[in-house]
C-alpha cells in the first residue's frame, strides 16, 4: 500500500520575529521553525513556552506534533496525551496521537483515538485518512472505502485518498472502480509509477491483457528498474504466448537482480511452454543454487523432468517439494502425475489421496486419481472418483472419458456410449477421433495409457 503519509494537523499561527520571553511569543517563534522544517529548534522553543505556562496546551500539542515529524515516538505519545488531557475536545490531538499509537503498532488505541477525533469533528480528513489505511490493512475493503470517500467528499483532490480507496477497491476485486481511481491519480500526476502499477493490476484482473502490458510498460519508461513490473509483464507476455517477449523481461529482471526467485521460477515455466525443457532444467537448477530452499523450484525442475520422461528424477525433486513444504497440494499431485506416467500406479493413487486431503475441493485429483484406479483394474472405486469430479464439474469431459472406459471395461456398451458421447459435447477436439486425444494430450498436458487408447480407438468405432 503507497501513501502511509503522515497527513498531520497542524495549527499555523501568525509568526512574529523572537522578541520577548512571553509564552505566546516563544510558541509562535516555535511555529516558525516548525514551518520551516527546523523540528528541534521548535522543539527547544516549545519546551520554554511550557517552561512558562505549564498548561499551555498548545505547546505540548506543537512539540508532539515536532516529535512525530523526528520520528521520535515516545516523547511525542507523553506530549500528545497531555494535550488531550488539558483540552479533551481538541480533536486534531486525538488524531495526531492516533498516528504515533499506528506508528508504535497499537492498532487498536490508533483506532479509538481516530474515532474520538471524528466524533469531535466529523469533518478532519485526517482522521478518515487514517482509519481507512487501518481498514485495509485489516482487510476491511467496504469500510476502508467509505472512510476514503469521506476524505474525498472534504477534499477532492486528496490523490492519496483517491489512491489508497483504489487499493481498497482492487483488493475486493471490484477492479472498474478500482481503475477509475487510479486514472485519477494519473490525471493529477501522469508520472506516478506505482498508480500505473496497480491500474495495470486492474486490467490484468479483467483480462485486458494489452492494457495491461501498456501500464506496465509506462511505470517501467518511469521507473526502468522496477524489477518486479518486469516480471509481472513478462508473465502477461506468457499468458499471450509471446514467449520471447516474456523471456526478454525475465531476462531483464534478472540482470537487475541475478537472485531473483519468482523471475527464475517464471522463466523456468515460460521455457517449459516453450518446450525448452533442458533449458526449464537448467534454469531452476541455477535457482536452487542461490535457493536451496525453494519448493517451487524443484516443482518447476520436476515438472520439466516429468515432461521429459525422466519420472524418477521428477518424482524425486517433488519429493524435496513436499519435505520443504507439506502444505501445498500442487507437490504430492506432481508426484502422483510422475508416478503415473511412469507406470507406478500404487504409489499415484497414494500421492493424489494426498492432494485431496489438502484440497478436497480441487475437481481435477479425483479425476486422476480414477485413473490410478482405472490402471489398477480397480473399476469400482475409479467410477467412484471419477462421479465425484463430475459433481464438482459437470463439464471436466476427461472424467466422462474415464467412465466411458470403466462402462465399455465392465462390458455395459450402451453407458459407455453414453459417458463418451457427454465427453464429446464438452470438448469439440475430440470430434476428430484419436487426432483429437493426440490434441488434447499436447494442448492440456494430459496422458492417455495404451490401454486407454485402446479403449477409446474402440469407443470412437463404436459412435460412428
Not at 501522469?190 to 501500464?215: H, M, T, V
Request: charged share 25%.
Amino acid at each position: 500500500m503507497k501513501k502511509m503519509l503522515s497527513f498531520l494537523c497542524f495549527l499555523v499561527l501568525a509568526t512574529i520575529p523572537l522578541a520577548g520571553q512571553t509564552a505566546d511569543q516563544l510558541l509562535e517563534a516555535g511555529n516558525a521553525q516548525f514551518n520551516q522544517g527546523n523540528y528541534a529548534a521548535a522543539i527547544q522553543l516549545y519546551t520554554r513556552t511550557i517552561a512558562l505556562d505549564p498548561n499551555y496546551f498548545m505547546a505540548y500539542y506543537n512539540r508532539g506534533t515536532s516529535y512525530i515529524k523526528m520520528e521520535n515516538y515516545p516523547p511525542a505519545l507523553a506530549d500528545l496525551t497531555r494535550a488531550v488531557t488539558l483540552n479533551p475536545s481538541y480533536a486534531s490531538a486525538f488524531s495526531n496521537r492516533g498516528y504515533v499509537y499506528l506508528q508504535m503498532k497499537d492498532t487498536a488505541t490508533a483506532v479509538s483515538d481516530f474515532t474520538r477525533a471524528i466524533e469531535l469533528d466529523p469533518n478532519l480528513a485526517n482522521a478518515h485518512f487514517h482509519l481507512g489505511n487501518i481498514h485495509n490493512t485489516l482487510k476491511e475493503y467496504a469500510e476502508a472505502v467509505s472512510e476514503f470517500s469521506r476524505v474525498l467528499a472534504l477534499e477532492p483532490n486528496n490523490s492519496d485518498a483517491l489512491f489508497n480507496r483504489g487499493n481498497a477497491y482492487r483488493w475486493s476485486r471490484q477492479y472498474e472502480k478500482a481503475l477509475a481511481d487510479y486514472s485519477g491519480v494519473l490525471r493529477a500526476n501522469p508520472k506516478d509509477a506505482e498508480a500505473f502499477i496497480n491500474r495495470g493490476y486492474c486490467q490484468e484482473g479483467l483480462e485486458k491483457w494489452e492494457a495491461a502490458i501498456s501500464d506496465f510498460t509506462a511505470a517501467l519508461d518511469l521507473n526502468g528498474k522496477d524489477v518486479q513490473t518486469r516480471v509481472y509483464r513478462g508473465e502477461i507476455y506468457d499468458w499471450l504466448k509471446q514467449y520471447d517477449k516474456a523471456i526478454a523481461d525475465y531476462d531483464a529482471a534478472l540482470a537487475l537482480d541475478p537472485m531473483n526467485a519468482r523471475a527464475y521460477e517464471s522463466r523456468g515455466n515460460t521455457l517449459i511452454h516453450m518446450g525448452r525443457l533442458e533449458q526449464a532444467v537448467a534454469n531452476f537448477s541455477e535457482m536452487l543454487v542461490f535457493s536451496p530452499n525453494s519448493p517451487r523450484a524443484y516443482y518447476g525442475r520436476g515438472l520439466a523432468r516429468r515432461k521429459l520422461a525422466k519420472f524418477e528424477e521428477s518424482a524425486a525433486d517433488y519429493s524435496k517439494a513436499m519435505a520443504l513444504d507439506p502444505s501445498e497440494d500442487d507437490y504430492p499431485s506432481g508426484r502422483a502425475n510422475a508416478y503415473y506416467r511412469g507406470g507406478r500406479y500404487k504409489e499415484s493413487v497414494t500421492d493424489f489421496q494426498k492432494a485431496i486431503s489438502l484440497n478436497p475441493t480441487f475437481g481435477t485429483y479425483y479425476g486422476n486419481l480414477g485413473y490410478s484406479y482405472l490402471e489398477l483394474k480397480d473399476f469400482a472405486k475409479a467410477m467412484t472418483n471419477f462421479n465425484i469430479c463430475l459433481e464438482k464439474n459437470e463439464k471436466d469431459f476427461d472424467a466422462w472419458l474415464g467412465l466411458a472406459i470403466v462402462w465399455f471395461n465392465q462390458g455395459d456398451a450402451a453407458k459407455a456410449r453414453n459417458a463418451f458421447q457427454k465427453a464429446l459435447s464438452f470438448e469439440p477436439r475430440l470430434s476428430r477421433g484419436m487426432a483429437g486425444i493426440a490434441e488434447v494430450e499436447r494442448d492440456n498436458d494430459f496422458f492417455y495409457t495404451i490401454e486407454d487408447k485402446k479403449v477409446l480407438t474402440k469407443l470412437f468405432e463404436l459412435i460412428k
